[in-house]
């Protein structure tokens, strides 16, 4: 079993619409979580961190559940540029990061 | 700044040939990592430096795989001799060092491996 999982999609949906990816961890000892973007055949980039308390940026919320061990990513009015494989990623005390195998978005006008 | 540098960007070489993949960090940056990504098994760690040292070697999947550090401003990563199952992108990302907290890592632009 991957530390951590991610349904690989592909997500299919309409511009303006409303998505969310969840992602489960197995290591209740990573001490923070992050979610970053990948777009096709380039290079990861970080999205936003996620932490118990949540965060927003825009139209992207981030939460943390660690009772029940998951992620998940909001992603309100998406638009074409959201298309991209999402990657929900943890940080442990090693100072290392384990990546999720990724959710593929797709936005289609 | 020009960001994570990788060379050669594209590699097509023939199983048994010895392959070597090159990353600049970026400066300043003091720890830096070399990761796989199929899409069998997605984005892995291979090795990680901490100033120029290797810290955790342990996602090396064999001998075949060797990565060295000789300055704070350069890094590889040698497969030999190279085999089909190797083909993959390989990424190098640098960090700041962080103590005990998170320090965004930054991602080159990948090598993508071929072996046939």
């Known amino acids: 079993r991957k530390e951590v999982e991610q349904d690989p999609g592909p997500f299919n949906v309409p511009e303006g619409a409303t998505v969310a990816f969840n992602c489960t961890y197995s290591?209740?000892?990573?001490?923070?979580f992050f979610w970053y973007r990948q777009d096709c055949r380039k290079e990861p980039k970080l999205l936003m961190s996620?932490?118990?308390s949540g965060n927003e940026d825009g139209r992207f919320t981030a939460q943390l559940n660690r009772a029940s061990q998951y992620i998940s990513l909001l992603i309100r009015d998406s638009k074409l540029s959201d298309s991209a494989t999402y990657l929900c990623?943890?940080?442990?005390?090693?100072?290392?990061?384990?990546f999720g195998g990724g959710t593929r978005l797709m936005v289609k006008p | 700044d020009a960001g994570v540098i990788q060379s050669p960007r594209h590699e097509v070489t023939e199983m048994g040939q010895e392959v070597t993949l090159r990353c600049k960090p970026i400066?300043?940056?003091?720890?830096l990592f070399w990761y796989r990504q199929t899409m069998m098994r997605g984005l892995e760690l291979l090795i990680y430096?901490?100033?120029?040292?290797?810290?955790?070697d342990s996602g090396m999947p064999e001998d075949r795989f060797s990565a060295k550090m000789p300055n704070a401003s350069f890094s590889t990563l040698k497969i030999q001799p190279s085999e089909p199952r190797d083909s993959a992108v390989y990424f190098c990302?640098?960090?700041?060092?962080?103590?005990?907290?998170?320090?965004?890592?930054?991602f080159g632009p990948g090598t993508r491996l071929t072996v046939l």
């Open positions: 990302a640098s960090r700041e060092a962080s103590g005990s907290s998170y320090n965004e890592q930054f």
């Open positions: 290591n209740s000892a990573s001490q923070s």
């Open positions: 996620v932490y118990s």
């Open positions: 990623v943890g940080h442990n005390a090693g100072n290392m990061l384990t």
């Open positions: 400066s300043g940056h003091n720890s």
């Open positions: 430096f901490n100033n120029n040292v290797p810290i955790d």
